[in-house]
C-alpha cells in the first residue's frame, strides 16, 4: 500500500471518529437547574395569581428528566400532597408534578428524587419558542383568594434536556460519511486486486 492511500485511510477513520465524537455530544443531556426558594403556592394551575418562570432552552430542545431536592411548607387547611408545579411547553403540553402525592396533611417535609421521564414515556419537546414554562400551582384551593397555600421554601429542580443538533454539526457528520463512503469507492476490491 502506498503512502497515499495510507494517508486517506487516515483521514477516512479521522473523519468518522470525528463525526461519531461530535454526535455522542449532542446526544448528551444538558442540565438546567433552577432554584424555587420563595416561591409561593397560590392557586389551581390557571390562576393569574400563581408565579409562572420561563426559560429559553432552544427550539426543539426535548425535556428527558427531572432531579428534585426541595422543602415545601402547606399552610392548613391545604396538604402537602396539593402543592404542584406543571412544567411544559408554552402551549401547555407537558408534566405536573407533585412532589409530595399521598401526603394529605399540612405542615413542613424535604423531598428529593429523580425521574427519568423516558422511562414512563412522559418526556416531551418544546416548541419553536424554545420556552420551558415553569407554573406552581395548587391542586384545590383551600384558603381566601389572595392567601398562598404554601411555599416552596428552598430547593433547586434539574431537568434534562436534550438539545437539537445545531445545522453545523449535522453537516460535520454528513461531510465525514461522505468521505468515508469516497474512500471505500476508491479502495479496489479484493477481486480487482487479483
Request: proline share 5%; hydrophobic share 40%.
Amino acid at each position: 500500500m502506498t503512502a497515499s492511500a495510507h494517508v486517506k485511510r487516515f483521514s477516512a477513520a479521522a473523519a468518522l471518529c470525528a463525526a461519531v465524537l461530535v454526535g455522542t455530544a449532542q446526544a448528551s443531556p444538558a442540565y438546567v437547574t433552577v432554584e424555587v426558594s420563595g416561591v409561593a403556592d397560590m392557586d389551581e394551575r390557571g390562576a393569574v395569581s400563581n408565579i409562572v418562570k420561563a426559560l429559553s432552552l432552544g427550539p426543539g430542545a426535548s425535556i428527558e428528566s427531572l432531579k428534585w431536592d426541595i422543602q415545601l411548607t402547606s399552610y392548613g387547611p391545604s396538604y402537602l400532597s396539593e402543592m404542584q408545579l406543571t412544567f411544559s411547553d408554552s402551549l401547555g403540553n407537558g408534566v405536573t408534578f407533585t412532589p409530595g402525592g399521598g401526603d394529605d396533611f399540612e405542615g413542613t417535609s424535604h423531598y428529593a428524587g429523580f425521574q427519568d421521564l423516558r422511562l414512563i414515556l412522559q418526556q416531551f419537546p418544546l416548541g419553536d419558542d424554545g420556552l420551558l414554562r415553569l407554573e406552581f400551582h395548587d391542586a384545590f384551593k383551600d384558603r381566601a383568594f389572595d392567601e398562598p397555600e404554601g411555599m416552596w421554601d428552598f430547593g433547586t429542580l434539574t431537568f434534562g434536556v436534550s438539545t437539537v443538533p445545531e445545522p453545523q454539526v449535522l453537516a460535520l457528520v454528513l461531510s465525514g460519511l461522505l468521505s468515508l463512503r469516497a474512500v471505500a469507492r476508491r479502495r479496489p476490491s479484493q477481486a480487482q486486486r487479483g
